[in-house]
C-alpha cells in the first residue's frame, strides 16, 4: 500500500511538472511582443480651447508642471464629469497647483486600460504623474497622503519613486459585504500576486498611483500587458529596476458602473499573472532601458 501511494505522488509530481513545462512553452510561443510605443498621427495633438490642433509634449521633455493627472476614459459619460469636477475643484483651491487646461487624447483604437494610461502618461507635462480612475472612487484630497509617502522615500535613486494608493485597510469591511465565493476569488488572486510577482504590496489593483516623471517612464516604457493586469506588471518591472514604492492607505466607495465581471476577469487576471512570470522567466520578455516613442 505505501508502495503504491509512493508511485501515485511520483506520477502526479511528474504530471505537474509536465503540466508546468508544457504551460512554460505556451507562454514563451505565444508572448508577444512589447507593444511598439507608437501614436498615430491623430494621437499627436490635442484640440485647444479654440479649436485649434496643439502637439502634445512628450514625457522625454523636460517638465513644464509640478503635476499632470492621467485619467483613463472608456463609455465613462456619467462616472467621469462628476470625478473631474471633483479633481478640478481641488486643484483650483490648492496655490502649489493650478488647473492649467484639460487635455483630451484621443485614441485611434482601443489599446485597453493600461495602453491608456501609457499614452496619457506619455503626453504629460509634470514633474510628477498621478494615474487615477475615472469613476471617483478615491477622493482626490487624497492625493496629499501620496505626495507624502514620496517624499518620505527619499533620496530617490535616480529620481525614482512610487506611491501607490491602497485598499487593504479596508479588506475586513468588504470581506463582509461580498459572498464567501468573490472572498475565495479575491484571496487566490492576491495569493498569486505574492507568489508569482509582486513582493511586499498587498493593494496592487488601486487606481490611484503617483509616479515620479523617471519613474513612469522607465516602467511604463517597459510594460507589456495593457489591459486589466498591467498594474501587476507595471509593480514588477519597478521591483525589478529597484524603485522604491510606498503602499498608502486611501478613502474609497464602491461606484456603480465597473465594467469587471468578477469571475471572468479574474480568471483571466490570473492567467495573466502567470504568464507574466513564465514570459519573464523563460526570456521571452526581457527588460530593457528606457525606450523612447516613436
Same mark, same amino acid.
Given at each position: 500500500?505505501?508502495?503504491?501511494?509512493?508511485?501515485?505522488?511520483?506520477?502526479?509530481?511528474?504530471?505537474?511538472?509536465?503540466?508546468?513545462? =508544457?504551460? &512554460? /512553452?505556451?507562454?514563451?510561443? $505565444?508572448?508577444?511582443?512589447?507593444?511598439?510605443?507608437?501614436?498615430?498621427? @491623430? #494621437? +499627436?495633438?490635442?484640440?485647444?480651447?479654440?479649436?485649434?490642433?496643439?502637439? =502634445?509634449? &512628450? /514625457?522625454?521633455?523636460?517638465? $513644464?508642471?509640478?503635476?499632470?493627472?492621467?485619467?483613463?476614459?472608456?463609455? @465613462? #459619460? +456619467?462616472?467621469?464629469?462628476?470625478?473631474?469636477?471633483?479633481?478640478?475643484?481641488?486643484?483650483?483651491?490648492?496655490?502649489?497647483?493650478?488647473?492649467?487646461?484639460?487635455?483630451?487624447?484621443?485614441?485611434?483604437?482601443?489599446?485597453?486600460?493600461?495602453?491608456?494610461?501609457?499614452?496619457?502618461?506619455?503626453?504629460?507635462?509634470?514633474?510628477?504623474?498621478?494615474?487615477?480612475?475615472?469613476?471617483?472612487?478615491?477622493?482626490?484630497?487624497?492625493?496629499?497622503?501620496?505626495?507624502?509617502?514620496?517624499?518620505?522615500?527619499?533620496?530617490?535613486?535616480?529620481?525614482?519613486?512610487?506611491?501607490?494608493?491602497?485598499?487593504?485597510?479596508?479588506?475586513?469591511?468588504?470581506?463582509?459585504?461580498?459572498?464567501?465565493?468573490?472572498?475565495?476569488?479575491?484571496?487566490?488572486?492576491?495569493?498569486?500576486?505574492?507568489?508569482?510577482?509582486?513582493?511586499?504590496?498587498?493593494?496592487?489593483?488601486?487606481?490611484?498611483?503617483?509616479?515620479?516623471?523617471?519613474?513612469?517612464?522607465?516602467?511604463?516604457?517597459?510594460?507589456?500587458?495593457?489591459?486589466?493586469?498591467?498594474?501587476?506588471?507595471?509593480?514588477?518591472?519597478?521591483?525589478?529596476?529597484?524603485?522604491?514604492?510606498?503602499?498608502?492607505?486611501?478613502?474609497?466607495?464602491?461606484?456603480?458602473?465597473?465594467?469587471?465581471?468578477?469571475?471572468?476577469?479574474?480568471?483571466?487576471?490570473?492567467?495573466?499573472?502567470?504568464?507574466?512570470?513564465?514570459?519573464?522567466?523563460?526570456?521571452?520578455?526581457?527588460?530593457?532601458?528606457?525606450?523612447?516613442?516613436?
Amino acid at each position: 500500500m505505501a508502495l503504491l501511494l509512493l508511485q501515485l505522488a511520483v506520477l502526479a509530481a511528474a504530471l505537474v511538472a509536465a503540466a508546468l513545462v =508544457l504551460i &512554460s /512553452i505556451v507562454a514563451f510561443i $505565444t508572448a508577444s511582443k512589447m507593444p511598439a510605443l507608437h501614436q498615430h498621427e @491623430e #494621437e +499627436k495633438f490635442f484640440l485647444n480651447a479654440k479649436g485649434q490642433k496643439e502637439t =502634445l509634449p &512628450s /514625457i522625454w521633455d523636460s517638465p $513644464t508642471k509640478q503635476l499632470s493627472v492621467v485619467v483613463p476614459s472608456y463609455n @465613462e #459619460e +456619467k462616472r467621469l464629469p462628476v470625478m473631474m469636477d471633483e479633481a478640478l475643484g481641488y486643484l483650483e483651491k490648492r496655490q502649489k497647483y493650478g488647473s492649467d487646461k484639460v487635455r483630451v487624447v484621443t485614441l485611434v483604437k482601443n489599446r485597453g486600460k493600461g495602453g491608456a494610461i501609457r499614452m496619457g502618461i506619455f503626453s504629460s507635462r509634470g514633474e510628477k504623474i498621478l494615474m487615477a480612475d475615472a469613476d471617483g472612487a478615491t477622493k482626490f484630497p487624497d492625493i496629499e497622503k501620496l505626495e507624502k509617502g514620496l517624499k518620505d522615500l527619499q533620496p530617490w535613486p535616480n529620481q525614482m519613486a512610487i506611491a501607490c494608493g491602497s485598499r487593504a485597510h479596508l479588506e475586513k469591511e468588504s470581506i463582509a459585504q461580498r459572498s464567501y465565493f468573490r472572498t475565495l476569488l479575491m484571496y487566490g488572486f492576491h495569493f498569486l500576486v505574492w507568489f508569482l510577482c509582486v513582493k511586499g504590496i498587498r493593494d496592487t489593483q488601486c487606481g490611484f498611483k503617483l509616479f515620479t516623471r523617471e519613474a513612469a517612464s522607465r516602467t511604463f516604457s517597459s510594460l507589456h500587458i495593457e489591459r486589466w493586469a498591467f498594474d501587476v506588471e507595471l509593480l514588477y518591472i519597478a521591483q525589478f529596476f529597484k524603485i522604491p514604492i510606498a503602499e498608502i492607505a486611501v478613502n474609497w466607495t464602491e461606484i456603480e458602473g465597473s465594467k469587471l465581471v468578477p469571475f471572468w476577469s479574474w480568471l483571466q487576471m490570473g492567467k495573466d499573472l502567470l504568464f507574466i512570470r513564465l514570459r519573464y522567466l523563460t526570456g521571452a520578455w526581457r527588460l530593457e532601458q528606457t525606450r523612447k516613442m516613436n
